[in-house]
C-alpha cells in the first residue's frame, strides 16, 4: 500500500465519535447535531424535479467535461455572482463540473503538484483536513497558516518567509472561512496573487461558502474577480471551487463546479479523464436548473441570517462569540478544554458540537484551535434556537 497513508491523521469525526463513545445523554432531551456542516434546508424543488424528469439518462455513459449545456450554465451562474459587471468566463475552457469540493479539491492537488523534494502546500490552519491528506498523498508537506483573532482569522501572508514562498507549489484559500467565517478582501486576494507571480505557485480558492453572508451589500469577493482587477483576465494561476452543497442545500446530489485558468484546467480534465469522476446525467440536468436559478439561493441565505439574528443574543450572554461575515459556522472562545467542552455539553444536553483542536493542526505558535468549537448552524431555525438555549443552560449551570 502506499506509504503516505499513513501520514494521514483521523477525520475530526472520528475523533468526534470517540470522544463520545462512553456518553450518556439525558434520553428525554432529542439530539441536535451540530457538527457537521450538512445543509438540512429543504432542497429546492427545481432540483428535484429535473432530477425525476432525467432518471432515464442513467443508460448513458456521462463525459467528464459535462455537457455544453451544464458548462454554460456553471459559467453563467458564476459570472453573475463572482465577476463584476460585464465579465465571463469560457464555457469551453474555463470551467468544469465536478462531484462536489471535496473531491475536487483532493483530484486538483494530485494533478497540481510536481513531486519533487521540498514542495509545499499552503493552507490556513485551521481548515477544511482534505486540503492537508490531499497535499501529503501528492508527496507534498502542508505548511499551516494560523489564522486567529490577533489576524482577524485571515492567514497573514506577509508573515511567510519568502524561502518558504519559494518552495509553494500551491496556497489554499476559503472564504468565507471554515470555520472561522472570515471574509478575504480583494485587496487581500490581489496580494496573493502578486505573491504567486513573484514565486510561481497556484491559488486554489475554496470559494462554497460564497453565496452564504449577512451583509447582502457586501458578498464576500471571489479570487476571479481579484484576477479581472489586476489585469489577469484569463484567471491566471487561479482556481475556484464552488458547490451546490451549501449554494442550494443539496450535499447528497455531488454537484460542484471548478473554474479559472484555462492553462491549468486543461491539463486537469486530462487528469480527471483517468480519474473516472464523470458527474452522471441526471445530475447533470438538474445541475443546470439549480445554477441557473438565483431565487432561491437568496431564500436560503435569508434563513441562515434569520438563525444568527436569533441564535447570537441567547449565545453573547454566556459565550465570547462573535457574528460572522459568511458562512453557517460560530467559532467561540469556550475559555477551557474544548474537547472536554464538547464532550459535557453532549452528555448533559445531548447536543454534539466540533472541538476546534480537531479541526487544526499543532504548530510552534500552538493550536490555533484549542479552546473554541465549531457550532454548525445548519438545522432549522427553531432547532437552532432550541441548541442556543441548551449551550446557554449548559453554560449557566456549569
Known amino acids: 500500500m502506499n506509504p503516505l497513508l499513513e501520514r494521514l491523521q483521523a477525520y475530526p469525526f472520528e475523533r468526534l465519535a470517540r470522544l463520545l463513545a462512553d456518553n450518556r445523554p439525558p434520553a428525554e432531551l432529542a439530539h441536535i447535531g451540530m457538527s457537521i456542516g450538512e445543509p438540512r434546508h429543504p432542497p429546492p424543488a427545481l432540483a428535484l424535479e429535473a432530477l425525476r424528469a432525467h432518471l432515464a439518462e442513467l443508460g448513458s455513459y456521462p463525459a467528464t467535461r459535462g455537457l455544453p449545456a451544464l458548462r454554460a450554465a456553471l459559467a453563467a451562474a458564476l459570472a453573475r455572482r463572482c465577476l463584476p459587471r460585464g465579465g465571463s468566463l469560457d464555457p469551453e475552457s474555463m470551467v468544469l463540473p465536478v462531484n462536489g469540493t471535496r ?19 499552503a493552507m490556513p490552519n485551521p481548515c477544511y483536513q482534505i486540503y492537508e491528506g490531499a497535499a501529503l498523498l501528492a508527496g507534498a508537506e502542508p505548511y499551516y497558516l494560523n489564522t486567529t483573532a490577533a489576524t482577524r482569522f485571515l492567514p497573514d501572508l506577509d508573515a511567510v518567509p519568502a524561502a518558504v514562498w ?7 484559500l476559503c472564504s468565507p472561512g ?4 472570515a471574509v478575504l478582501s480583494l485587496d487581500y486576494l490581489r496580494r496573493g496573487l502578486e505573491l504567486a507571480e513573484r514565486h510561481d505557485f497556484v491559488i486554489a480558492a475554496d470559494e462554497c461558502y460564497a453565496d452564504l453572508y449577512l451583509d447582502e451589500a457586501e458578498p464576500p469577493p471571489s479570487l476571479l474577480a481579484a484576477a479581472r482587477a489586476a489585469g489577469r483576465d484569463r484567471y491566471q494561476r487561479c482556481v475556484v471551487f464552488h458547490s451546490l452543497s451549501k449554494r442550494s442545500s443539496l450535499p447528497g446530489l455531488r454537484s460542484g463546479a471548478v473554474a479559472g485558468d484555462p492553462e491549468l484546467l486543461r491539463p486537469f480534465l486530462l487528469y480527471r479523464t483517468y480519474h473516472g469522476c464523470a458527474m452522471p446525467v441526471p445530475t447533470q440536468l438538474a445541475s443546470i436548473a439549480t445554477w441557473s436559478d438565483d431565487a432561491h439561493v437568496a431564500a436560503n441565505r435569508r434563513l441562515y441570517q434569520e438563525k444568527f439574528a436569533r441564535v447570537l443574543p441567547i449565545l453573547q450572554p454566556v459565550l465570547d462569540v462573535a457574528r460572522p461575515d459568511g458562512g453557517f459556522y460560530l467559532w467561540p472562545q469556550v475559555g477551557g478544554d474544548d474537547a472536554e467542552f464538547t464532550r459535557a455539553l453532549h452528555q448533559r444536553e445531548n447536543l454534539t458540537i466540533l472541538p476546534g483542536s480537531y479541526m487544526a493542526r499543532d504548530t510552534a505558535a500552538g493550536n490555533p484551535g484549542r479552546g473554541r468549537v465549531r457550532i454548525s448552524l445548519v438545522a432549522g431555525v427553531d432547532e437552532c434556537v432550541e441548541a442556543a438555549q441548551r449551550i446557554r443552560r449548559f453554560i449557566t449551570r456549569r
Not at 519559494?166 to 489554499?172: E, K, N, P, V
Not at 471554515?178 to 467565517?181: A, K, W
Open 103 to 121: 473531491e475536487a479539491l483532493f483530484a486538483f492537488v494530485q494533478a497540481a503538484v510536481d513531486r519533487h523534494p521540498g514542495a509545499l502546500v
Open 166 to 172: 519559494d518552495r509553494c507549489q500551491l496556497l489554499f
Open 178 to 181: 471554515n470555520p472561522t467565517g
